[in-house]
């Protein structure tokens, strides 16, 4: 037999001079006589296969051989494999040359348990499977320049910035292409050769340009960075071990997804809905209050003038003004907000029907958002509510009145041109007990509501009415549940009654 380099040259000089082929199908039983020749079999051979003297030999095995080989001597053998359809292994061949040439998806331990009785393994323009547990193979493997692939599976957090060894008797310089099976952006991978041995590493990408889809933003991610790598969304950004967790937090973060910037003045929303017109009492209403969650703070003043429009319609004419603290675990932000509303109450003696709604124009201030194409500084919102509710007046022991309701709720904020509209089911009720001591009117009452985006409120009031003068002035506390968690809220609030 001669050396493995002399024989790839040979193999070479077929592929530029090639030799006629021979093709076998279905199951043949004769013996076969073989000089120079190429062999394709696509069926089953169990004759006894017989190499004459200085003869060069290639098999391409798409089928199943089993013969006895009778070798000659001075000779060339081969297994030409050019896809995973002629990966079959040729059980009682030995001393011959695996050549993989054009190849996609080799598998490589498939590749070696075909070679198992060759002298060497060649490999060119193929793309060869591997994977990061240590194969050390018995047959050399020979790496015909940069046109091999070795597509390395498994996961690449598991050999970050560690070299990991992956094939060994690789002989020759030559280093093969490499790259990452699962084809995850976020990572490149590195190669070298060192003693015969192929080891790889994973190092992550933090240049966001060649991740990211959208151009632009990968370019103002990769500028936050160089001017501000501590930033939390930096941070977190290359805390990330694949896509689905970048676009997570690209999503949920109001300098990529500026609308979400929107989700606290939604919530402010929410707390005027609950307080919105109860009672059809007439006069001046003057409010202040405090709200609180895990991402944002607001303060307040509201007011209201309420006016009987019909025997039986109140009309509330109400505009507040406030300032919003955001902070998140990507981003800080302050604002302030205008807003307007309106509210109308329809009451009979045993049914009420309420219409409120409210415009909120949102200004931030401390923050640049991208809006999908360009960097914007301080930007602005608006946002509109209009609630429509019906209820019963019950009372109960002639001691405590209660109005249940069902109604309708449509929410539409908008921001550097994104929008978000909801229309929501609700129901809930009021809940208000009166007594009156020294020609004053005590009251405390319950309020309650759900909404059919998992959106819920409860809040207790107390008020005190003084019958000379009809000054009032009360207090209240409630807890809201929506997308941003828990907010509570406490408010104060003077009323000068006509």
Known sequence: ?????????????????????????????????????????????????HIANGATVAFENYGQINSLFDYGDNIILSQQITSTDNLHKIYNLSGHTISVLNANNINMSDLVYTAENAVQINLENSLIVVDTSFQNFNVPINIDGNA?????SGNPENWLDTDVPVLSNIVGSQSPYIQIANNNPLYAVQSHLTNGTLYVRSVRQTEYSGV????????????????????????????ATNMAQV??????SPKTNPIKLMDAVRTVGSLKIANSVYTPDLGVYIKSGYALSDDFSYYNVNGNLTLNIHDR??????????YLNYTDKYANASGMLYGGNLGLRYDEDEYFIGLFGDVSYAQF??????????????????????VLDSGMKLQIFDVVNISPFIGLRMNNVELRGQGDFDMLGRLGFNLNHESKFDDNVYSVGLDAYAETNNTFYAGVRTNVLSSVDGLSGGAGFGALYDDMGWTYQVTLNVKFLF
């Open 247 to 252: 676009n997570n937090i690209l999503a949920h």
């Open 1 to 49: 037999m001669k050396s493995g380099s002399y024989i790839f040259a040979v193999l070479l000089l077929l592929c530029m001079f090639p030799v006629q082929a021979t093709e076998y199908y279905g199951t043949y039983n004769e013996d076969l006589y073989l000089s120079t020749d190429i062999v394709k079999n696509y069926g089953t051979l169990n004759g006894t296969i």
């Open 313 to 322: 319609l109140i009309a509330a004419f109400g505009v507040d003004i406030g």
């Open 365 to 386: 201030y401390g923050i640049e958002v991208f809006d999908g194409t360009k960097v914007v500084k301080n930007p602005h919102g608006i946002s509109e509510t209009v």
């Open 148 to 152: 091999v692939t070795f597509c390395v």
């Open 212 to 239: 990211t889809s959208n151009q632009n933003l990968g370019d103002y991610l990769d500028k936050l960075q160089t001017t501000n790598p501590n930033d939390p969304l930096i941070l977190a950004l290359n805390n």
